[in-house]
Nanobody
Framework: QVHLAESGGGLVQAGGSLTLSCAAS???????????VAWFRQVPGKDREVVAA????????TYADFVKGRFTILKDIAKNTVYLQMNSLKPEDTAVYYC???????????????WGQGTQVTVSS
């Protein structure tokens, strides 16, 4: 069974940085059931949207256009952790950020089977 737990959210001023962590249960990143791990975010009244993803095989990464050049997704297999480094944060980045794992990469949250509880990121102007 895959368990995910996010941490690292908080309040930061515009232009600042935060690093989110997604701690996974042991062997998540070597499990055949997990082909990709992604970060999503959601604000009230809007759909959950993909932010960044990393594949299990090869470690390829994908970013939403609105975070390219500012966010970096990193995978540490030894620590069973995926990080989301967020730089040059903007007020519109304010959201609850979720870590998710699924059998393959997809931009749709429906294709991810395992989710963490989410962590709030608030960027003040």
């Amino acid at each position: 069974q895959v368990h995910l737990a996010e941490s690292g959210g908080g309040l930061v001023q515009a232009g600042g940085s935060l690093t989110l962590s997604c701690a996974a249960s042991k062997r998540t990143f070597t499990s055949a059931a997990v082909g990709a791990v992604a970060w999503f975010r959601q604000v009230p009244g809007k759909d959950r949207e993909v932010v960044a993803a990393v594949t299990r095989s090869g470690g390829g990464t994908t970013y939403a256009d609105f975070v390219k050049g500012r966010f970096t997704i990193l995978k540490d297999i030894a620590k069973n952790t995926v990080y989301l480094q967020m730089n040059s944060l903007k007020p519109e980045d304010t959201a609850v950020y979720y870590c998710a794992a699924g059998s393959h990469y997809s931009s749709s949250p429906r294709d991810f089977d395992y989710w963490g509880q989410g962590t709030q990121v608030t960027v003040s102007s």
